[in-house]
Antibody, heavy 118, light 108 residues
Framework: EVQLVESGGGLVQPGGSLRLSCAAS????????MHWVRQAPGKGLEYVSA????????YYANSVQGRFTISRDNSKNTLYLQMGSLRAEDMAVYYC???????????WGQGTLVTVSS | DIQMTQSPSTLSASVGDRVTITCRAS??????LAWYQQKPGKAPKLLIY???SLQSGVPSRFSGSGSGTEFTLTISSLQPDDFATYYC??????????FGQGTKVEIK
């Protein structure tokens, strides 16, 4: 069974940092590009970042470029999102999601909530 | 970025109704369009990919159509489990992937 389990969310002050993790199981993690998607409270969905299956290339939304870093450890079947210079508008539930065959993500984690507040 | 616009934003319907949601892209995305269902507090669930292909395990009452810039999601006979918010999403190659703003399907 495919499983994606996010962790690392919590309360952080504006300007602070946080690292999210996504533990994958039930599939060959190293074969799939992965994504981070976020959803602000009561709002829609927004792609934040993506990484190729080998970790060689990473992509970012303009809204987080230069502040967030996506990475992965295929030996640990884990995806990461290092978030820095956090702003109130970064407050959201962050989901990791699996891409398959260059298509839309078919499996998503349950999400982890990031709260940015002083 | 490619802008995705859904209509309506909210839809009130009864069990058994035929429901149609429209999604428009700001430029052609061929058939690189997906539909997701999301329930409160849950992750999105993939329903349709490549505009009209049904994801494995999704009931056949869901169908998608369209290409280029105009797409529709149809639920042929609305069931109690279908009350949720629906999002379209484009995944055009060489473009940043984007979602529509969502359509909430409510009980009439």
């Amino acid at each position: 069974e495919v499983q994606l389990v996010e962790s690392g969310g919590g309360l952080v002050q504006p300007g602070g940092s946080l690292r999210l993790s996504c533990a994958a199981s039930g599939f060959t993690f190293s074969s799939h590009p992965m994504h981070w998607v976020r959803q602000a409270p009561g709002k829609g969905l927004e792609y934040v970042s993506a990484i190729t299956s080998d970790g060689g290339s990473a992509y970012y939304a303009n809204s987080v470029q230069g502040r967030f870093t996506i990475s992965r450890d295929n030996s640990k079947n884990t995806l990461y999102l290092q978030m820095g210079s956090l702003r109130a508008e970064d407050m959201a539930v962050y989901y990791c999601a699996r891409e398959v065959n260059s298509g839309p993500p078919d499996y998503w984690g349950q999400g982890t909530l990031v709260t940015v507040s002083s | 970025d490619i802008q995705m616009t859904q209509s309506p934003s909210t839809l009130s319907a009864s069990v058994g109704d035929r429901v149609t949601i429209t999604c428009r892209a700001s430029q052609s995305i061929s058939s690189w369009l997906a539909w997701y269902q999301q329930k409160p507090g849950k992750a999105p669930k993939l329903l349709i990919y490549k505009a009209s292909s049904l994801q494995s395990g999704v009931p056949s009452r869901f169908s998608g159509s369209g290409s280029g810039t105009e797409f529709t999601l149809t639920i042929s006979s609305l069931q109690p489990d279908d009350f949720a918010t629906y999002y379209c999403q484009q995944y055009n190659t060489h473009s940043w992937w984007t979602f529509g703003q969502g359509t909430k399907v409510e009980i009439k």
